[in-house]
């Protein structure tokens, strides 16, 4: 939807800049038919010059400033050329229309004139055949404005959809002035040349951004959307046979912002209807779900990590309820339950105080309170008030694992130093005998100099970080663990 609201807006602003600067010069003092065929030709000019060049700058908003400014300079050039074309055909089309249509019919005729020379083409015919005249010469400005962005960018999906776009939205801008002169020539209104203009022209430029932007968003079949940071949530389309993504100014996604990323730091590459991603030599390499790739081939809702920034891939080929869009369909489910705060899903204790509390403290741990049996809540299944694993002061400082959702949502788990092994095993330890979704030998948190890192020992169900399937995987507080069907938060 922002691509269609830029295009609409800012088509709609060049027609009004166009409008400005025509009514200061001859072309605006009367109807656009008075003027000589020069002047058609330079208003088709200015009126396409303004259009494709605002529309050139909607488009490379998503994209590097070499390629911004080439799609800018190319609206303007093909949008002008199209705006000359465009009207000067359009013109002589509507001249023939309005013959056909036996001349204006509202004007009077003479009657001096005899009988047989008066148009005898019935009102409603003459009105739709200059409605077509009309709304086929504006379209051709429209669709010359549309295949500027796929010329730009080497596109012919972007060619075929802008040029469809265009010539629609050109169409209903055409049909709206001829209505409006109408009105007036009917004595149903009476604007002013220079209003009824004003109002054609900006709704033939949101006409044409509008059906373009639509069209594009139609036509598309896989995009990235940023995720977290600078520009979080914008779309980078992904239209050409090789997508760069790097720091440089010239990678079709430019990401600035972050060191880590290198110049030239991996590639999307179009193999029919599928894409691979392919890293280029980068320093940290390129994760796809948390598992660094040399290349490999993308599905619906993958998350894509270079850096530190992260992108979700979306495929419209590939997209199903079972894609890994899970990053935002299964992400972190805080409980509802009252003993566990919504917030940062720490188990309150018995003040009500949880890891968020101001002056709040851990909930103490007891004999007492360890021998109590589970319970059960109906929205998140059983927990456990304040009860660890069989790791004894579970909740005494130092890295642990919270469970929050699943068979052990409330019980606490403490990481050892060096290797923690976690597996279905009771003798593991962490053991999770009561969850069947879990492998014996499941996954493994090692520490690694000053960090947690979590590694999945090829379990069968897959070990799974803030909803992304992962090999290895730093862990940072706050991260949410997936092991079978239990989520954990890592704490530190």
């Known amino acids: 939807m922002g691509r269609i609201f830029r295009y609409t807006i800012l088509a709609a602003m ?21 003027i000589s065929y020069a002047g058609i030709c330079l208003t088709g000019l200015i009126f ?35 705006g000359i074309i465009g009207l000067a055909f359009g013109n002589a089309f509507y001249n023939m229309m309005e013959y056909l249509a036996g001349g204006d019919p509202f004007k009077q005729i003479p009657a001096q004139l005899p009988s047989d020379v008066a148009p005898q083409t019935p009102k409603f015919l003459s009105f739709c055949l200059l409605l077509i005249g009309r709304g086929f010469g504006w379209s051709l400005i429209g669709m010359f404005i549309g295949i500027s962005q796929g010329i730009a960018t080497g596109s012919t999906k972007k060619m075929t959809s802008g040029a469809i776009g265009g010539f629609i939205g050109g169409g209903i801008g055409g049909i709206v002035f001829e209505i409006l002169k109408w009105m007036n020539l009917g004595h149903v209104a009476n604007f002013p040349p220079a209003m009824l203009r004003f109002i054609s022209y900006s709704v033939t430029g949101a ?6 932007g639509s069209a594009e968003e139609f036509a598309k079949q896989a995009w990235l959307v940023r995720l977290v940071g600078r520009n979080e949530g914008r779309s980078y389309d992904l239209y050409k046979a090789s997508t760069v993504m790097g720091r440089s100014e010239m990678a079709d996604i430019p990401i600035f912002t972050d060191p880590d990323v290198a110049e030239r730091h991996s ?7 599928s894409y691979a991603i392919q890293d280029l030599g980068s320093a940290l390499g390129t994760d796809v779900n948390g598992v660094n790739v040399s290349k490999d ?3 619906d809702g993958d998350v894509i990590t270079v850096g530190k920034t992260k992108f979700v891939f979306r495929d419209k080929v590939t997209a199903s309820s079972h894609s890994s869009s899970a990053y935002y369909n299964n992400a972190v489910q805080i409980p509802t339950s009252q003993h566990v705060c919504q917030f940062c899903g720490s188990i309150k204790d018995a003040a009500g105080n949880c890891d968020c509390s101001v002056g709040g403290s851990p909930p ?16 998140m299944g059983p927990f456990v008030d304040n ?9 005494s400082p130092g890295p642990k694992l919270v469970g929050v959702v699943g068979p052990y949502a409330g019980q606490v788990f403490m990481i050892k130093s060096g290797e923690t092994q976690i597996g279905r095993e009771a003798s ?27 590694y999945d020992l090829g379990s069968t169900n897959g070990t799974y970080v803030d909803g992304a399937r992962i090999q290895r995987k730093e862990l940072a507080h706050g991260d949410i663990v997936q092991i079978g069907n239990t989520k954990f938060r890592f704490e530190r």
């Open 14 to 34: 060049g027609a009004m800049i166009a409008w400005a600067f025509m009514e200061r010069t001859y072309l605006g003092p009367d109807h656009g038919e008075s």
């Open 207 to 212: 006409a044409i951004g509008l059906l373009i």
């Open 364 to 379: 103490p741990i007891s004999q007492q309170t360890m021998q109590q049996p589970a319970m059960v809540s109906p929205t």
């Open 267 to 273: 590639v999307i590459t179009t193999e029919g209807k």
């Open 428 to 454: 593991k330890d962490i053991g999770l005998p009561d969850d069947t979704t879990t492998s014996r030998n499941h996954a493994r948190i090692a520490q690694e100099v000053t960090c947690y890192v979590i």
């Open 48 to 82: 396409g010059a303004m259009i494709g060049l605002a529309l050139g700058i909607a488009e490379g908003k998503t994209l590097s400033p070499h390629d911004a400014a080439k799609c800018a300079i190319t609206g303007l050039c093909i949008g002008a050329v199209g």
């Open 387 to 395: 009860v660890p694993s069989s790791n004894a002061g579970a909740t």
């Open 297 to 299: 081939y993308l599905r």
